[in-house]
């Protein structure tokens, strides 16, 4: 079993943040692999990974609807594709997220989740994920 | 020695950067590992792990009234715990720091240190520690 | 042909956003590393490292434009440094990228460049490189 795979999405929304967190699940667990760490990257620049609360549905919404209304399209941008506040987004939110593989599973807290987060969508995306034994 | 461990903290306000350099720097000792990689990663959606200052304490606070100021709560969040702010700065943020093992130390620079973040304390919080060695 | 490296950088700018992309690229292939991860750290809390467009110069300009006007000195600072809004943004930023070596190759997607961040310059600024196969 390989140590790396890549994940297709279609993102839906301009802006959303869509849960990956069993699909990563299930790589490690076929990865069998026991002790390491494991990188998730998206290699987008205008859109993100992060963990975050995936039980209350909210709390996404309320992320992203601050991410809309502070990072709006001002005069003095000069990026002619007028996606700035994604590219932005995507510096601060930053393209990846690094985690822990112990006893065989991913090492998350009770009310983490592993999201993609679609700055500038809809569009098709790709996230991969790559694990390091040790 | 095992290339994991587990630090409980016990925060003491809302906001608050705790210094656990000197935790880790005792747990990459205690490893015995010479060249490798470290995370840092906290289990929890409203805290984070930052590397930023530590010798001039107003930097944190700089940094914490700044992020107090700029995420207050705002009409339109619908998150019922009223803790969206501290979730919007776990992404921002983000849960973990990756670091660099060199000649078995960690490679920081003068002014570094690496700080568990509250984002809404006070609250009993774990901070996970892995090395890959490599 | 070791696994780690620092480059050296001079920056001209207050704030700059400094493309190390072939730098990084060189040093991969130097190592002849086959599978692994890349870490790039940079060692200073008024800097920062980011992966983001390097096609468009002008999405540089915007993002570095964004962040003078939104983080700007406070009355309510009070580190003496003067340089808050550069420890803010180290933090927002952060110091460090991490990303995917596959088949021999960093694993960035087609817009994607990895940025060293000036956030207090014109310093003389580091930033160190650290490959783990696997």
Sequence with gaps: MSHAQTIDIQSQQDMEFIDITEQVRDFVRACRCQEGMLLVFTPHTTAGVTINENADPDVRHDIGEFFKRRLSNQDYFR????????????????????????????????????????????????????????
């Design 79 to 134: 990026h002619s594709e007028g996606n700035s506040p994604a590219h932005i987004l995507s510096s601060l939110v930053s393209a990846s997220e690094a985690l822990i593989i112990e006893n065989g599973q991913l090492l998350l807290g009770t009310w983490q989740g592993i999201f993609f987060c679609e700055f500038d969508g809809p569009r098709r995306r790709r996230v991969h994920l790559k694990i390091i034994p040790g």
